[in-house]
């Protein structure tokens, strides 16, 4: 990643955004996990669990996307603009999630308390899940977390 | 609390809440459970980016591991948020 110097104002850094990387990992393991937790909220709270489920899982899906979107697009043009562009786009996707749920909320096929657990449970989880990854990128560089493990037999 | 009581008393001596301001007692709650959830968040995302920038600022080379923490940081302190929403949801809309 390379940087152009100056002040606040127009330091930038250009090249391959790590926010984007990170959140096209979010995103590939939250499809991977959405049929289980669509089927754990079929179970437990019926045909609307399952649909207020795969909105819940598409809100924070959208929400990762937006937010590394938002501060990659900023850190091209200045540090300073990606500072500004974090924290509004915190108050920003605030405002759209409390819209996507205030949109659906006398619907039919909506049930809250599927809803709003599901948010909690995939933010949350997927956060978990990509944390362990990256810890250990950043303590082993070299290594490749998605790289086939050498059995004990094809170490020795 | 005994204040608090003697107050509930009263007002059911007197004929009961009224439905009406009641709910507006629920509303203001769950926006002030909301408002409050989501200053804290707020506080820590911008202490967590401006310490981010002061890192990269020190140190470009490692701006690309900063700003894969930085994103990481943002996202869990943005949880405490969501559980204030989704508390507020269920507390104002279920």
């Known amino acids: ?156 | 609390m005994e204040a608090l009581s003697a107050l509930v008393a009263a007002e059911e001596a007197a004929g009961g809440f009224d439905p009406e301001a009641k709910n507006i007692a629920a509303a203001t709650n769950a926006g002030l459970a909301y408002g409050l959830a989501a200053i804290g968040p707020g506080i820590g995302i911008v202490y967590l980016v401006g310490k981010s920038v002061e890192a990269m600022a020190r140190q470009p080379e490692a701006a690309g591991m900063v700003r894969t923490t930085m994103f990481l940081g943002i996202a869990f302190t943005e949880a405490l948020a969501l559980i204030g929403f989704v508390v507020f949801i269920l507390v104002k809309f279920a």
């Open chain 1, 1 to 156: 990643m390379s940087t152009t110097a100056g002040d606040a104002f127009t330091t930038r850094f250009d090249g391959p955004a790590p926010e984007v990387a990170v959140s096209n990992d979010i995103i590939k393991r939250g499809l991977i996990v959405a049929p289980v937790l669509i089927a754990i909220a079929a179970v437990i709270w019926g045909g609307d669990g399952a649909w207020s489920s795969t909105y819940a899982i598409a809100i924070v899906l959208l929400n990762f996307a937006l937010a590394a979107a938002l501060i990659a697009g900023a850190a091209r043009i200045s540090v300073g603009l990606m500072m500004g562009a974090t924290m509004f786009g915190y108050l920003i996707r605030l405002a759209l999630i409390f819209l996507a749920v205030w949109l659906v909320k006398d619907a039919g096929w909506i049930s809250l308390p599927a809803l709003g657990s599901t948010i909690i449970v995939t933010h949350l989880g997927l956060l978990f899940w990509e944390m362990k990854y990256v810890a250990l990128s950043l303590s082993q560089p070299g290594l490749k977390s998605d790289a086939p493990q050498l059995s004990r037999e094809q170490t020795i």
